[in-house]
């Protein structure tokens, strides 16, 4: 189920904004298309916070295509004016297909020559009632073109995001390597090839996705209970993360989501 708010810091400031899952053999390749649309008036500006996750994203926007890559550190966006944007946050074996380097492209964001694709997409979402469903059809079907058949390679490589970054994720490297039967140096080839930033590096910001939600949704959570649960070692050290990569503890960000 694509969770429609994870990695978003303040949900409820969004414009009109969906989530929605890639169908056929577009779920190879795309964890979920998100697409934001807005339209504000003259002197209205609409910031958007997000802490990321650790992978690329392939963007089609009024005026072009770009790619991301995976954040090291939370980011915002402001929207103004009226547009809209389809993005489509990539599985591993779509990178691997797309980019040489996805290193190099952390916490940076590139053009991305995809006419043919811009053109599809833009059309769709101008087509009226059902514009998304078009839209992300189309973005799917350009990508499995694109990306071709996978190999065993793209396949095991899926596999490492789900065990660093799905709902029963690993804990340390260690633990992922062992559970896809691996050394703990070729997981870390696996996540630099096609991820571009370290094993541990994931993990941690998935603790810190889900440290954030439930903070956000559970104002009254006990927050050192919260940090055993989650594999903290302490109470500190979920507020030593939550400062890093947000810029704020998490008593502040209670404070702050639930006002």
């Given at each position: 189920?694509?969770?429609?708010?994870?990695?978003?810091?303040?949900?409820?400031?969004?414009?009109?904004?969906?989530?929605?899952?890639?169908?056929?053999?577009?779920?190879?390749?795309?964890?979920?298309?998100?697409?934001?649309?807005?339209?504000?008036?003259?002197?209205?500006?609409?910031?958007?916070?997000?802490?990321?996750?650790?992978?690329?994203?392939?963007?089609?926007?009024?005026?072009?295509?770009?790619?991301?890559?995976?954040?090291?550190?939370?980011?915002?966006?402001?929207?103004?004016?009226?547009?809209?944007?389809?993005?489509?946050?990539?599985?591993?074996?779509?990178?691997?297909?797309?980019?040489?380097?996805?290193?190099?492209?952390?916490?940076?964001?590139?053009?991305?020559?995809?006419?043919?694709l811009y053109d599809a997409v833009a059309e769709a979402m101008r087509s009226g009632g059902g514009h998304r469903e078009r839209a992300t059809e189309v973005f799917g079907a350009w990508l499995t073109e694109r990306v071709g058949a996978l190999d065993d390679a793209a396949h095991q490589a899926n596999a490492l995001a789900v065990e660093l970054m799905g709902g029963h994720g690993a804990t340390s490297p260690e633990e992922a390597a062992t559970r896809m039967a691996v050394s703990v140096r070729t997981l870390q080839r696996m996540a630099h090839r096609y991820v571009g930033v370290a094993p541990a590096a994931m993990i941690r910001r998935r603790r810190l996705q889900e440290a954030a939600q439930r903070v956000r949704d559970d104002p009254g959570v006990d927050l050192a209970g919260l940090a055993a649960e989650l594999g903290y070692a302490d109470h500190a050290h979920l507020t030593r993360d939550f400062r890093a990569v947000l810029g704020f503890a998490p008593r502040d960000y209670r404070s702050d989501a639930g006002g």
């Open positions: 189920m694509v969770d429609p708010t994870r990695g978003v810091l303040y949900p409820e400031r969004l414009p009109t904004f969906h989530r929605m899952a890639p169908t056929g053999a577009g779920a190879e390749l795309v964890e979920w298309f998100w697409i934001p649309e807005w339209r504000l008036s003259a002197d209205e500006v609409s910031r958007q916070y997000i802490v990321g996750y650790p992978a690329v994203n392939l963007v089609v926007e009024h005026d072009g295509v770009t790619v991301s890559g995976a954040t090291t550190r939370a980011s915002f966006r402001d929207l103004r004016g009226e547009g809209w944007a389809v993005g489509a946050l990539l599985r591993p074996a779509a990178v691997g297909a797309l980019l040489e380097d996805p290193a190099a492209l952390v916490d940076g964001v590139r053009s991305f020559p995809a006419p043919e």
